[in-house]
């Protein structure tokens, strides 16, 4: 069986292993959402449901309004026209319902942004102590659990100027899921690497994503998104052009813009 058509298989053994996933209430959920930045608009009349544990990657030329997407769902920009819920919070409007649910998506950057006069494990514990409110020893026994998910347990002692830059996304990682995120979002995590540490990054992503946790992930890496991604969104000028399969969209893509894209990129 050739890559393309055991990722295909793949993700439709995956989307089996969840039969009620379609009838179950979405994660996130977009109805007409639109986006300005004063007279550009960067998104326009999304619509789109994420199931729980699903894995998308969103892809697309650069200034399409991927970033702008996933940052919403944080609430890192805000949407000026439709509708957004996470978890089954209606974000529109400020709530208790709305904070809880926030604090349940995590978020991984393309640039690091750690503190660099913290050491790696004051990184992860910062927000186990000021947010979950544990204790220092309790702290760092979870900041270390993650840590060693992501294969930098080793590292715990030294300043992020002290790692490589593959080292230091992964320690990013394990800062966002030690507050055990329901959904992680990813901003081209691998955009600031070099290209030997991209591979160590995604292997990272690869093994999270095989927990079941719901994904969004804005990425240039197409093996990647072939490997792991159950649904592509591929994205122009903000308008979501295409939500399809891995295997669909690469092989026949519907719209002559994603044809396009994926000639100059693969």
Sequence with gaps: MNDTASDSAHSSSSAAARPDAAQAAPVVEMRQ????????????AIDLQVARGERIVLCGPSG???????????????????????????????????TQALRKVGMVFQHFNLFP???????CTLALRSVKKLGKQAA??????????????????????????GQQQRVAIARAICLEP????????????????VKEVLEVMVRLAQTGMTMLCVTHEM????????????????????????????????TERAQTFLRQIL
């Design 33 to 44: 959402v639109n986006k300005w930045y004063g007279n550009y608009q960067a998104l326009h």
């Design 64 to 98: 399409s309004g991927k970033s702008t997407l996933i940052r919403c769902v944080n609430q890192l920009e805000r949407i000026d026209q439709g509708h957004l819920a996470v978890l089954g919070a209606d974000l529109g409007q400020a709530s208790p319902a709305a």
């Design 117 to 123: 006069h913290m050491s790696v494990l004051d990184n």
């Design 140 to 165: 760092a026994e979870c900041a270390l659990h993650y840590l060693d998910q992501v294969g930098i347990a080793n590292q715990a002692a030294k300043y992020p100027t002290q790692l490589s830059g």
């Design 182 to 197: 329901e959904i992680m979002l990813f901003d081209e995590p691998t955009a600031a690497l070099d290209p030997e540490m």
């Design 223 to 254: 093996g990647f998104a072939r490997r792991v991604a159950e649904r592509i969104l591929f994205l122009d000028e903000g308008h979501l052009l295409e939500d399809t399969a891995p295997g669909e969209f690469f092989d026949s893509p519907r």
